[in-house]
């Protein structure tokens, strides 16, 4: 990783990942993932390029037929002016019609929830975001999955010790 990164990792697939999602993988059990677009201002993408922001807390929500990301935080750009960005506003969802129709139906039938994976910059230089559709899990649920990935790490550190 060059010192000009600022954070960022290159990914195999080209991608260059700025902030991952990765509490999001414990607390739910995603079902699909879907590539999409933002609406940015130029200081977010500047900020962006600097490797901060944060996705703990925030949600995408569907509203009027459109896509919308909540609580996203990507702080204020330092060489910012006046016309800086509020840190947490809500940024538009570029997704093809469709597939937000999909998305609306299997939120509003299923109770399932749109939960942000990962930020990132394409091969072209384009900010993305891998959105999740996910289904919450219980207590019960996050302890299983935590003994199933103990579990799985200890299978592979044995074969690679025993050859």
Do not use: C
């Not at 509490?23 to 901060?52: H, M, N």
């Not at 939960?115 to 996050?142: E, H, I, M």
């Amino acid at each position: 990783m060059s010192a000009k990164s600022g954070g960022r990792k290159k990914s195999s697939d080209g991608d260059t990942t700025i902030v991952e999602n990765r509490r999001a993988r414990r607390d739910y059990e995603v079902v699909d993932t879907f590539e999409t677009g933002l609406v940015l201002q130029g200081t977010e993408v500047k900020s962006l390029r600097g490797g901060k922001a944060n996705l703990t807390h925030s949600f995408a929500s569907i509203t009027d037929g459109e896509g919308f990301l909540m609580n996203a935080d990507i702080p204020e750009y330092s060489a910012g002016n006046r016309n800086n960005h509020k840190p947490t506003r809500p940024r538009k969802i570029l997704m093809h019609r469709r597939e937000l129709n999909r998305l609306m139906a299997a939120v509003q039938r299923d109770g399932m929830t749109l939960v942000p994976l990962k930020l990132y910059f394409n091969d072209t230089g384009r900010v993305k975001l891998l959105l999740g559709l996910a289904r919450g899990r219980k207590k019960a649920d996050k302890r299983e999955a935590d003994k199933k990935r103990d579990w799985q790490r200890n299978k592979a550190r044995l074969l690679r010790e025993r050859g």
